[in-house]
């Protein structure tokens, strides 16, 4: 399922090919997030062109609007939304436990009220498992307890307990046809805790790994340490996943510590505040300075919207609220990640990563306002 192609010399950044039911993945890979069958304001051609490889979609939200029902009568999430390429599902472990208010943590899973309407549902790795394998999708994540940032040594360590003990649940479920499973370490910021998580996972023989609890709110440099703690206990030659996670600039730090895989609502949610993303940083595209900036977003970048129009037309869009600059900004972003991802890959294939990661970083401005986007959670 997966091929380890190469490592970097200098760092651990690595390239590689998933092969999942709908096609292939080259990693390192940035996964659009469709949370609701839905990657917002996207189309499936959209999605294509702007160099999309694999999505994600939601089991907790899905499983509560349309209901998993309709999308099983629909044959299954990829017929249901028309994208034929890879999917990879979360659990919905990290919506329970960030959305909705829980009522009780059973040694099943847990009883909760929907962030909807309040009514009493269940998810559990058993539950979990049953809706990705009616959603269909290529890749299911088990069903993980996911606490935040500012838990105390001894919810973290419960935690991590029922994480292990759920993902074994989890293994003993029937799959969908060709679908692969993976697991998620927890243990938050705790060598101790990342490390035996790890192990306890990888004894039970997973088709790939993720790090949990990396997209909490908690801030930069504990969730660089979380990733740094766990992965020398994950096989090399299987897919690692940072989940909720990040910016271009942190991507590529990430790669560069032996991760594979990534999803953020980042470049979607932003462009609907009108931020757009580039090589330097982002730029409010409604700022008065581009009143009347006749270049594109990114000088160089060839997504749609950069072809065809320019920053003060979009600002115009923006400031009379017209749907159409919220597309081409989300187009704009979700190429703009993609394509550094692309670059990254070409660059650990040619031999030039460290360049590329130097001159990357020392380009890249980060925006505390991008930065406090991605620790608000609820959209994913
Ligand atoms: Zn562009």
Redesign the pocket.
Known sequence: MFELLKTDSESKARLGRLTTPHGIVQTPVFMPVGTQASVKALDPRELRETGTQIILGNTYHLNIRPGIEIIRQAGGLHRFMNWDGPILTDSGGFQVFSLSKIRKIKPHGVEFRSHLDGSLLFLGPREAMEIQRALGSDIAMVFDDCPPHTSTARELHAAVERTIRWAGECRQQPRGVGQVVFGIVQGGANAALRESCAKALVALNFDGYAIGGVSVGEPEHEMMKAVEITEPFLPSNQPRYAMGLGTPAQMIELIARGIDMFDCVLPTRVARNGTAFTRKGTIIIKSAVYKADFS???QG?D?F??RHFTKAYLRHLLNVEEILALRMLSV?NT??FLKVMEDTRNAIGSGNFGEFRREFIANYRPSRRVLLARAAVAER
């Open positions: 594109p977003i990114e970048c997504c919207a950069c704009h190429h703009m």
